[in-house]
């Protein structure tokens, strides 16, 4: 079957490769409000996927809308749906992009693009998947919905607030969550559970507007001052979080549970790669054990006062900060929320205001390696490379997930062909046109194995 799907996609690659390059030029920004390009692409995505045959809607959020599509061959077959999401981060700094962000270029057999790995490559591969199977008449015995959402890289506001009455028309037995990757390009593997997350805005105030730094200074109260000490004081010299209670609900690591997963990691390398002197995190903890089964509290940006060409002596009047904390299983995002908010507040001085916002987040998510889904994507990745398929976790989050998971009753596994250097969320993010093939593969053998799965 293997040589079927690649014949199939040889002889409709230029199609392929002119849809998904008109799909990467729709310019879905869900930090920017009112996105028009958002409603565009919403529009694109559902005429795509009732070209290929399914019934598709778009429906509308609190936020911005999501793509529904299905393909219901016979209500006694099982049910798989396949999430993703159309919208993408930010472009911030375009100084740094070497070609335009919006405008995708092949260089050496990559396709450089925003959200031409996160998530637009991926979730477009596994569209094609479905096409080539039904245009192969290859005779399916599994239904399939399609849940593609705005608003993944702004926490899923939207879909959150949407589940409750979407719950009976995403129901499904099975969910594939194509927003993830492998190790290395030729290590195939699956990724059974993810990092919870909550995320949190802060503003500090010091005066009513920006001071002279020569005629305040002594006087004011500098809120970069008092930013430096407060988040100074999260971490101890250990790595660990200096919350009170922040570590309440995990789990004491167990040794045969952490040796399930494949824990290769070559340090020097990950320093080489990235360019670190040396790695962070818990001195306690280790490689990937510090990545999947810790958590963490990370300052994600600070802006405030003046630091662009030149020189201006000012003390600012206002410092804004963002905040997130990644989570494991059995931590609550809106505990973790108000510890966190509780401290600075508590730690803050009294001659600078704080005010705290919390912006989003969801659950961590842990699946069953032996659930039929499991079993039929390793298969699948074990086909296609050729390869045996490990078992990982991702120190990173998809934080509707664990929501989805929980509403609608059914088993989830998360996988992709992404690498860790294919710049997600930063300048020059890229996707190889090998790896958007071999995903579409994979889902496509998954596709078909899941139906054989007794």
């Known amino acids: 079957m293997i040589q ?14 002119s849809d998904y390059f008109t799909f990467l030029k729709f310019k879905t920004i869900s930090a920017k409000k009112n996105n028009p390009e958002m409603i565009s692409c919403c529009k694109w995505l559902s005429e795509y996927l009732k070209k290929i045959g399914l019934k598709a809607e778009i429906i509308n959020t609190p936020v911005y809308p999501l793509v529904y599509g299905e393909m219901i061959l016979d209500k006694k077959l099982p049910t798989l749906m396949i999430y993703g999401h159309y919208d993408v981060q930010p472009i911030d700094p375009i100084e740094q992009w070497k070609t335009e962000p919006f405008e995708p270029t092949i260089v050496d057999g990559e396709v450089y693009a925003r959200g031409a790995s996160d998530n637009k490559g991926q979730i477009f591969y596994s569209m094609v998947a479905l096409r080539s199977l039904m245009e192969l008449n290859k005779k399916l015995k599994v239904n399939i919905k399609f849940c593609i959402e705005g608003d993944e890289e702004s926490s899923s506001k939207g879909l959150f607030s949407a589940l409750d009455s979407l719950k009976d028309k995403l129901k499904s037995d099975y969910l594939l969550v194509v927003d993830f990757g492998i190790p290395k390009k030729d290590e195939p593997a699956i990724t059974l559970g993810i990092r919870g997350l909550t995320t949190l805005s802060l503003e500090f105030t010091g005066s009513s507007n920006d001071l002279h730094s020569g005629e305040h200074g002594g006087l004011a109260y500098n809120p970069l001052r008092a930013v430096c000490e407060l988040l100074g004081n999260l971490i101890d010299e250990n790595g660990k979080v200096r919350i009170e209670h922040f570590y309440d609900d995990v789990e004491k690591l167990e040794k045969e549970e952490i040796r399930s997963y494949n824990l290769d990691f070559d340090v020097d390398a990950y320093k080489m790669a990235y360019g670190m002197k040396d790695i962070g995190g818990e001195k306690e903890f280790k490689g990937l054990v510090a990545n999947w089964f810790r958590p963490t509290v990370e300052i994600n940006g600070i802006g405030g006062g003046y630091f662009n060409e030149g020189f201006k002596t000012v003390i600012p009047s206002k410092v804004q900060v963002k905040l997130s904390a990644r989570l494991v299983p059995n931590q609550d995002p809106n505990k973790i929320a108000k510890l966190i908010k509780d401290f600075l507040e508590k730690k803050c001085p ?50 509707v997930v664990a929501e989805i998971v929980q509403k609608i009753k ?45």
């Not at 079927?4 to 490769?17: A, G, P, R």
């Not at 969801?362 to 390696?369: E, F, M, P, W």
């Not at 992709?416 to 790896?435: C, Q, W, Y």
């Open 4 to 17: 079927d799907l690649k014949t199939w996609y040889k002889k409709n690659s230029k199609e392929i490769l």
């Open 350 to 399: 009294k001659a600078i205001e704080i005010k705290v916002k919390q912006e989003g987040g969801g659950k961590a998510l842990r699946s069953k390696n032996e659930s039929k889904i499991a079993v039929a994507a390793s298969k699948a990745y074990e086909e296609v490379y050729c390869k045996p398929c490990k078992k990982i976790l991702a120190g990173g989050s998809v934080p």
């Open 410 to 454: 059914c088993e989830p596994v998360m996988m992709g062909t992404s690498l860790p250097d294919d710049n997600i969320h930063a300048p020059n993010e890229h996707f190889g046109l090998d790896r958007f093939e071999m995903g579409f593969l994979t889902v496509a053998r998954t596709i078909s194995l899941l139906g054989e799965e007794k």
